[in-house]
């Protein structure tokens, strides 16, 4: 059980870290070293589990789907919207992923139970609403970028999520290293081309970076899925959620962030909201259980 909990801590560190990281390197670049890093050392520490070898001819579609969608785009649009707005606000956020998650997954599917769905739909759009407040930021175009894109995010996941999560099996902690390394190597690609190299950074930066690629992500993917392979997938995801509370401590303690009361609101709206849709999510048939953890920022 202490595993989940690591993760918890972890990943919301992970969100003042990464503020204080975009301030002096580009989010491709980010984006790169943690999934060239993190996959890589996810790799190295699933040789420690009962993780099937995975036959990368016959799942290459998957790992390349899960590369793009699950890695690549939820991450680099991840970082984009932590440029424009508060760390404690782009973590509250990302818990808006499971409803994303169960509406698409009800679209695909025909199906839309109204009140299951109802209910924390309602509560996150109330949250949202609450969180964002153009006279809260200086420019109200960045609090407006900053909103669509972690939005953006979430949905790129919740895509991942619905269309082939479910088809991972047991294999999905290996799948799961494989596709952060093509992530990172499409990052990596994309900075060449588009970027060229990055600057120069302080030495605590490149600590950041490194926490960030081996500890949030391959230690913290790897403790996530030994989680929910003890405790099955709902105790996790609802002790997960207090990664929004967390953080925004830690962005006060770190980073001087203001969280209003009416922040706190929203924030507690948005982590009900989460909970509401995880238990709907874990009730579904077996066949038909996603992966519903959001941005492990």
Partial sequence: MYEIWLVTLCWSLSFPLARILVAELDPL???????????????????FGRSRKVDIKRSWKLVLFLAIFEFFLTYFLYLTSIMYLPASKVAAMTLSTPVVILILDSALKGKFPALKIAVPF???????IILYDPTSHVHARGQLIGFATILLSNLSFAIASVIMRRRVGSSAIRITGIAQVF?????????????GLPGSMPVSHWAILIYLSIVATGIGFWFWNRSVNKLGPLYPGLISNLKAPIAAVL??????????????????????????AHTTIERLPAKDHLSNQGISE
């Fill in 183 to 195: 992530a990172g190597a499409m990052a990596l690609i994309t900075c060449l081309v588009w970027k």
């Fill in 29 to 47: 670049w980010i984006t790169t070293f943690r999934f060239l890093i993190g996959g890589s050392a996810l790799l190295v520490l699933s040789t």
């Fill in 251 to 276: 962005s006060v303690l770190l980073l001087g962030e203001v969280v209003s009361i009416l922040n706190w609101v929203g924030i507690v709206f948005l982590v009900i909201s989460a909970s509401f």
């Fill in 122 to 128: 309602a509560l996150a759009i109330v949250g949202t």
